[in-house]
């Protein structure tokens, strides 16, 4: 018989926090449905770092801002339930993001619409699908920011769109409870955006009590603790290096 292994979804797995995501579950046993929308190289070169600790994986191309695509996403994960004899769906985490620079005077309708289609409607969506095929109970993980509690407004869409992400996270742990669990992660500062000059990363970084950013393995290692706690749902752990605090 094959041997059988949880199978959990991590949107915009390919490359960094999804792809830290994404090898964290993967070393905790789970077969990996690696969704990515533009970074095929990534995913290629992720699933095969995935595949070296003994657990498939599997990319998986979807354009999230797209309800069709959505959909044919998780008929992809029927698939793979299907091909994966006796494996049960545990796990989504919700990780794709777009944080576009904007100004709240003269941001676009199409630019504030983009970022709430992939940051705040998609991870409903998916966890719409995902709650459907979680028949022996599940944890869905939103990835949240520390931004959602903050004023950020050189990122109006991505701001406004994470904090709708945190309440949504109470709402779904109301609704889909008592069988599926749901909570957000909200990292500070990680990764610096690529269009961030160096001096301005440095900068944010000098003012965090701890003078340091966040391995990306330090945040998916909330990940772990939330599948490994089962008393947890409706809560946003934020991991921020004491950024909350100024």
Known sequence: MPEKFPL???????????????????????AIALHYHTSAESAVATAAEIRALGVPAFPLQADLTSPAEIE????????LLADLQHSSFN????????MPRGDAQSLTAAGFDAAIALNLRAPFLCAQ???CRMELGGLIVNISDIGAAKAWTGFPAYTVSKAGLESLTHILARALAPGIRVNAIAPGL?????DMPAQEWEHLV???????????EEIASALEFLIKNEYITG????????YSLI
């Open 235 to 242: 809560q946003t752990i934020r991991i921020d290096g004491g």
């Open 129 to 131: 699908q995902a709650a």
């Open 72 to 79: 044919s996403l998780f008929d992809e994960i029927d698939n």
């Open 91 to 98: 796990v989504l985490v919700n990780s794709a993001a777009l």
């Open 190 to 194: 990680v990764i610096p955006s690529d």
């Open 8 to 30: 959990a979804l991590v949107t915009g797995g390919a490359h960094r926090l999804g792809r830290a995501f994404a090898l964290a579950l993967a070393r905790q046993g789970y």
């Open 206 to 216: 000098s003012r965090l009590p701890l003078k340091r950013s966040a391995a990306p």
